[in-house]
């Protein structure tokens, strides 16, 4: 059974099991991986609560522990900010919580050669506390767009998404992507 912390926010707890279902088609109901969604939307904002810690992390854990006794084998949490506290999680469940980072970390390093510019677009909080940074800064070049697509581009974007205006937010974040693309990014993440 697969455990997923949702609601940070709860559109990308959904896309990622829409995500899940779609790759693991089968022909049977009984074919599709069995997994629980908890969409623990009432989680403290993880942008402005970097400096209360321990606030989000007590949530966090909350919702870990629901899914541990739930007989879930492993967890995930498709919210990249969220992932700042993903070790001090671990050392208070007894089930794995997989890195998102570490793991499209593993896979860029089998599909690009090392000192590739990969692009990354994310929220500022992910970027401030260097979630992906940590993996990638000894074989790769990092690089998120200016400070002013940021602004403009990227959080526009992730506005957007929230309140499932998903056509909107593709066209709002094309200036981003487009600037990575001219940076001759190999990658892009979208964190």
Request: aromatic share 8%.
């Amino acid at each position: 059974m697969i455990g997923i912390l949702g609601g940070m926010g709860t559109q990308a707890g959904l896309d990622f099991c829409n995500k899940l279902a779609k790759l693991n088609t089968g022909k049977l109901d009984q074919q599709y991986p069995m997994f629980v969604l908890y969409n623990k939307s009432n989680t403290p904002k993880r942008p402005e609560n970097l400096k209360k810690y321990y606030n989000v992390l007590k949530a966090l854990v909350q919702g870990c522990k629901m899914l541990e006794k739930n007989k879930c084998k492993f967890i995930v949490m498709p919210c990249n900010t969220a992932h700042y506290w993903q070790e001090d999680i671990q050392k208070k469940i007894k089930i794995p919580l997989i890195s998102m980072p570490k793991e499209v970390y593993k896979n860029t390093k089998k599909t690009c050669k090392k000192n590739s510019k990969i692009g990354i677009l994310c929220t500022e909080a992910t970027l401030k506390t260097k979630v992906y940074s940590k993996y990638f800064d000894k074989e790769f070049n990092l690089i998120s767009p200016s400070q002013s697509l940021q602004i403009k581009s990227v959080n526009k974007a992730i506005r957007l998404v929230k309140t499932g205006k998903v056509k909107e937010a593709e066209k709002a974040i094309r200036p981003a992507v487009n600037q990575l693309i001219k940076l001759n990014c190999k990658k892009i993440i979208l964190g």
